[in-house]
T-cell receptor, first 115, second 114 residues
Framework: SAVISQKPSRDICQRGTSLTIQCQVD?????MFWYRQQPGQSLTLIAT?????????ESGFVIDKFPISRPNLTFSTLTVSNMSPEDSSIYLCSVVRHVGTDTQYFGPGTRLTVL | GENVEQHPSTLSVQEGDSAVIKCTYSDSASNYFPWYKQELGKRPQLIID?????GEKKDQRIAVTLNKTAKHFSLHITETQPEDSAVYFCAATLSGGSNYKLTFGKGTLLTVNP
């Protein structure tokens, strides 16, 4: 498995502000992803965090709103910019440890409330 | 892209009964199908997965079946217990390489009544 931590675990923010969420893994992993899970809903992939290059965003998500960094193989950040109440969600990072393996492990999530 | 449909959205069973959750996928290239269990306020946890080169996989009380021709796969839980109560998500992807990304179903809320 993989030990994944996220900071903060939860936050309450004012609209118009930005929040950066950190994801730390206990060892190097090949793939890192960011998901959004709105209340009572399924998991929606925001983007694949690529080490040393720009993230790959899914349809409906843009870099200006959700800038992502991945400076190394164990760490990534997701920023939720210019927040509105519609951004209230749980944000989860996930990892795939090695090329050729498929198991995806999830972090504990960050519960964001925007007022 | 891939689309995954999951049914039912809610399922209530009596303790000891079996529970079955079904998913269909659209992309015939998908070859990896995991199932996740998410308890309230917790992260999704992988409980079982199956690859397209097998038709069935079992792990104690949990089994998954895959029909590639019909593009559907199912989760079977036998002898259900109250601690099985959670939301279950199916997912699909083409494994390996740059095309790997999980597409999730909408989830099934399973309630096991004592």
């Amino acid at each position: 498995s993989a030990v994944i931590s996220q900071k903060p675990s939860r936050d309450i923010c004012q609209r118009g502000t930005s929040l950066t969420i950190q994801c730390q893994v206990d060892s190097q992993v090949t793939m890192m992803f960011w998901y959004r899970q709105q209340p009572g809903q399924s998991l929606t992939l925001i983007a694949t965090a690529n080490q040393g290059s720009e993230a790959t965003y899914e349809s409906g998500f843009v870099i200006d709103k959700f800038p992502i960094s991945r400076p190394n193989l164990t760490f990534s950040t997701l920023t939720v910019s210019n927040m509105s109440p519609e951004d209230s969600s749980i944000y989860l990072c996930s990892v795939v440890r090695h090329v050729g393996t498929d198991t995806q492990y999830f972090g504990p999530g960050t519960r964001l409330t925007v007022l | 892209g891939e689309n995954v449909e999951q049914h039912p959205s809610t399922l209530s069973v009596q303790e000891g009964d079996s529970a079955v959750i079904k998913c269909t996928y659209s992309d015939s290239a998908s070859n990896y199908f995991p199932w996740y269990k998410q308890e309230l306020g917790k992260r999704p946890q992988l409980i079982i997965d199956i690859r397209s080169n097998v038709g069935e996989k079992k792990d104690q009380r949990i089994a998954v079946t895959l029909n590639k021709t019909a593009k559907h796969f199912s989760l079977h839980i036998t002898e259900t217990q109250p601690e099985d109560s959670a939301v279950y998500f199916c997912a699909a992807t083409l494994s390996g390489g740059s095309n790997y990304k999980l597409t999730f179903g909408k989830g099934t809320l399973l309630t096991v009544n004592p």
